[in-house]
């Protein structure tokens, strides 16, 4: 994968070009992000959701490994450069208006900062007296406070 990317304004291309085109023209929004989905590239499994500046998504087709904008930090990141728990990417793709990304990865280790395999670990239910959250694939595969010491 080539490392250039031409971004556009939301009103610069005509939809068809965006739509049918092959031209890489990621839309980043109006903070210079771009939505992310990470999957991983055996079981489909949505591992994480996350952004994407300009860099990190130079540094993510560079190197094949994820880069990540943090919105709390207002940082870029290698997913696992504190943790070990990279990601690798097997392939991207963009959506039909290029405004969010998808990315199968090979996950080495947990996805999630909570030392679980999926940021997703948990079911949103309504049992009749209200909606509450039940885990679900929670199992954790590393003690987030040994990795991440405060």
Not at 87 to 93: F, K, L, S
Not at 116 to 124: E, I, L, S, W
Request: proline letters at 2%.
């Amino acid at each position: 994968m080539s490392a250039s990317i031409h971004s556009t304004p939301a009103q610069s291309t005509h939809s068809h070009d965006l739509e049918e085109g092959l031209a890489f023209q990621p839309r980043f929004d109006a903070a210079g992000l771009i939505l992310c989905v990470a999957t991983d590239v055996d079981s489909g499994a949505v591992l994480m959701v996350a952004y994407m500046n300009e860099e990190a998504l130079r540094r993510t087709i560079a190197t094949s490994e994820a880069w990540y904008y943090s919105r709390s930090r207002q940082a870029l990141w290698r997913k696992g450069e504190v943790s070990g728990q990279t990601q690798h990417v097997v392939e991207m793709r963009t959506d039909c208006d290029q405004d969010a990304l998808w990315i199968r990865v090979t996950q080495r280790g947990a996805a999630c900062h909570t030392g679980r395999r999926t940021c997703f670990y948990r079911k949103v239910e309504d049992d009749g007296s209200g909606t509450k959250l039940v885990l679900a694939d929670a199992e954790r595969l590393f003690n987030p406070e040994s990795i991440y010491r405060k």
